[in-house]
């Protein structure tokens, strides 16, 4: 009876800033910095273009991998039921990329284990790790805020600035799982 925990991609377990910065420069010749645009939303902060810029082919399947991201969902996976949410339905041409995204940089995880949506209240995890409060807010569990741009000055969710925190946080509840598991197994015993 592993506890569940949904992580979101983008922005998580996928790094869209370099992308957006990249792609904004292109773009109109500016260059901006995550200071530049702290606690703006993406539109924005990207004066509306990011709508563009996820929309062009190759702009899913190229994002680089969230620093530190594969090694802890491979622990993660050890002692939780882990599933990777993503609200792709926003952007079809996203889906097949990331797809092929996951399947390239976490193949371990079984598609069974993937769930592209429309409405991420519907997902009822334990945990969910993302970095939009649009999608933290109905969350049925406990919520973990990972750090983004937009969110550095909300503080109604527990936060995580990286995937090293994350771990930390939940060191903590593999403990208490475990604690309840060995209850559960002396119970049976007796």
């Known amino acids: 009876m592993k506890k569940t925990i949904a992580i979101d991609m983008d922005g998580v377990m996928a790094?869209?800033?370099?992308?957006?910065?990249?792609?904004y420069e292109q773009e109109t010749g500016i260059r901006l910095t995550r200071q530049d645009i702290a606690?703006?939303?993406e539109h924005d902060a990207f004066n509306g273009i990011g709508h563009?810029?996820?929309?062009?082919?190759?702009?899913?399947r190229t994002l680089p991998l969230m620093e530190g991201a594969v090694d802890a969902v491979k622990s993660l996976m050890?002692?939780?039921e882990v599933y990777i949410v993503s609200a792709a339905m926003e952007f079809p041409l996203s889906l097949p990329e990331k797809y092929?995204?996951?399947?390239?940089?976490?193949?371990f995880i079984d598609w069974r284990h993937i769930v592209f949506c429309g409405d991420k209240s519907i997902i009822k995890?334990?945990?969910?790790?993302?970095?939009h409060c649009k999608n933290l807010d109905y969350c049925h569990g406990k919520a973990v805020m990972f750090d983004a741009f937009h969110?550095?000055?909300?503080?109604?969710?527990q936060r995580v600035n990286n995937w090293a925190e994350v771990l930390e946080l939940m060191e903590g509840e593999r403990e208490s799982g475990n604690e309840i598991e060995?209850?559960?197994?002396?119970?049976?015993?007796?």
């Open 100 to 107: 092929e995204w996951l399947a390239e940089h976490f193949p």
């Open 125 to 131: 995890t334990d945990f969910l790790i993302d970095d």
């Open 39 to 41: 606690g703006m939303s």
């Open 151 to 157: 969110n550095v000055n909300l503080h109604h969710h």
């Open 78 to 80: 050890e002692d939780f």
């Open 52 to 60: 563009k810029m996820v929309n062009k082919p190759g702009f899913f």
């Open 182 to 190: 060995s209850r559960i197994k002396i119970g049976k015993k007796n």
């Open 15 to 23: 790094d869209t800033e370099p992308h957006f910065f990249t792609y």
